[in-house]
């Protein structure tokens, strides 16, 4: 190919042209904090870096001084000072920074753009030094933050309450948590990964949590609550940091929407179509209807999440209407031979309705217990004598099977 002129002038241009346009100026986005709140302004970047020949800047020239005694081994002394100003050098924010030796007794240091020589020379020239210092000797945490943000009993009794009946039925309803004890080989690994997971997310994540909140409240006063963490990510944390840091978010929150979407299509599909007179026999029009019933929830999905403004309450109101529908019904398949599927689905069906009305409709829930106390109540109600009902005829429909199968 390149022995052709015609193809050699082509890459030539294509080149050219890449270059160019790698050179056009672009805009980027950079976060600052405007009275303790993060702001998005828009900076131009020329790709091009001037050296100090072409806008300026300081050029210095640093020696050892032996005047005071001869130094047993320059060149050693030379690269731990080489290594030292390099590290300095950080503090300007140079673009092209240079630091090198030359010859074996001097380093050349330029600061292309840097109009400040005096900085520059005593950040550079100071004597290194290493300091221990208690950092907090007036206990300035503390006293930045209300004396409320450090005590473990400032939630009222009915707060925790209503956050146990919210919180402690998913892990017995979660499916995530399934999946773990499903992938486990062994009825002990499934255990430990249940008490693992339990460990994990009480109370190791939710005092990190608190914890990153109040750092978040101490740099950043008067910040909205929502912002506090993603500022700490933006501002504080290093760049690589930062990426894994967003990276394991973004991994927790898509493998448990995705196992949310599946899971729930699944449900549609196998309890609801395939059980109605419209059952489909024809497995690729099996697969279609699924991957369509899929789209269908992710899209309900997006729709119901852009109506809440705050993330706590999309999580504590969804939690509340899972555990509603699916926290009795569960618990007597597990643990009741009289339950019956048409229970469990009735029981399903009034306890997340009632929860569910009780949210959308805004009304103050009697007694003050949250929603989720009062859908597991009715759920509860419905499913325990549908089950007394239908076990009868269940247990008759059990012995005409057997007699058939005899």
Not at 346 to 375: E, R
Request: glycine share 6%.
């Amino acid at each position: 190919m390149l022995s052709s002129i015609r193809n050699r002038i082509i890459i030539i241009l294509l080149l050219t042209a890449w270059s160019v346009y790698k050179l056009v100026p672009t805009t980027q986005h950079i976060v600052t904090m405007v009275d303790g709140r993060p702001r998005d302004t828009v900076q131009t970047r020329t790709p091009l870096k001037l050296g100090l020949d072409l806008q300026g800047g300081i050029h210095l020239a640093l020696e050892i001084d032996d005047s005071r005694g001869a130094i047993p081994n320059k060149a050693d002394a030379l690269d731990r000072a080489l290594k030292i100003i390099r590290t300095r050098i950080d503090q300007f924010g140079v673009a092209e920074p240079l630091v090198q030796k030359e010859g074996t007794d001097r380093i050349i240091v330029e600061l292309p753009g840097e109009k400040d020589p005096a900085r520059a020379k005593q950040i550079v020239e100071k004597q290194a030094f290493l300091e221990f210092r208690i950092t907090d000797m007036q206990n300035q945490f503390r006293a930045a933050l209300p004396a409320s943000y450090f005590s473990l009993f400032h939630v009222s009794p009915l707060t925790c309450v209503n956050w146990f009946i919210t919180i402690a039925p998913i892990w017995l309803v979660a499916m995530t948590l399934y999946q773990r004890m499903y992938a486990s080989p062994t009825t002990k690994d499934a255990q430990k990964a249940w008490f693992i997971a339990g460990l994990f997310e009480w109370p190791a994540m939710a005092f990190a949590g608190v914890g990153l909140g109040m750092m978040s409240r101490v740099l950043f006063p008067g910040i909205d609550a929502e912002l506090g963490i993603p500022s700490l990510l933006t501002h504080v944390l290093p760049a690589g940091v930062t990426g894994i840091v967003v990276a394991s978010y973004f991994s927790a929150i898509m493998s448990t929407a995705d196992s949310c979407m599946i899971a729930s299509s699944g449900n549609v599909v196998s309890d609801i179509l395939q059980r109605s007179p419209w059952r489909i026999k024809d497995t690729p029009r099996l697969v279609r209807s699924s991957q369509l019933v899929t789209f269908v929830v992710g899209v309900s999905a997006i729709v119901i999440a852009s109506q809440f403004t705050m993330v706590l309450n999309a999580i504590l109101q969804a939690y509340a209407f899972l555990v509603a529908g699916l926290f009795v019904p569960t618990l007597g398949a597990y643990f009741w031979r009289r339950s019956t599927s048409t229970a469990a689905f009735w029981g399903m069906i009034c306890g997340g309705g009632t929860t569910l009305a009780l949210l959308v409709s805004g009304a103050a829930p009697p007694m003050g217990l949250d929603p989720s106390f009062w859908g597991i109540l009715v759920s509860a109600l419905v499913f325990v004598p549908l089950s007394l009902l239908g076990s009868e005829e269940s247990d008759e429909t059990a012995d005409e099977e057997v007699a058939t199968v005899a």
